[in-house]
C-alpha cells in the first residue's frame, strides 16, 4: 500500500471496514492503495471522498494522518 491512502485504510482497520462505512464495495477501497499501472489512485484516495471520511472518522472517534 502508499502513504495516503494505506494510513486512512489503517486507521479505519482496513479497507472492507472503510469501504462499509462510505457504503462502497470494498475492492473500490483497496484500489486507492494500488499503483496508477495497475488501476489503482497511486495511494491517493479521491478528493471528493475526503469530507465523507472526516467526517465519519469524527463520529468515530478515529484520528487521521492527511500528510503526503
Do not use: C
Not at 464495495?25 to 484516495?45: C, D, F, H, M, Q
Amino acid at each position: 500500500m502508499f502513504d495516503q491512502a494505506a494510513r486512512i485504510i489503517k486507521s479505519f482497520n482496513g479497507a472492507s471496514k472503510l469501504a462499509k462505512h462510505l457504503n462502497l464495495p470494498a475492492p473500490t477501497v483497496y484500489r486507492w492503495s494500488y499503483p496508477r499501472n495497475r488501476g489503482g489512485t497511486g495511494g491517493l484516495i479521491p478528493a471528493f471522498r475526503i469530507e465523507e471520511i472526516m467526517i465519519i472518522a469524527k463520529k468515530l472517534n478515529i484520528k487521521l494522518d492527511w500528510k503526503l
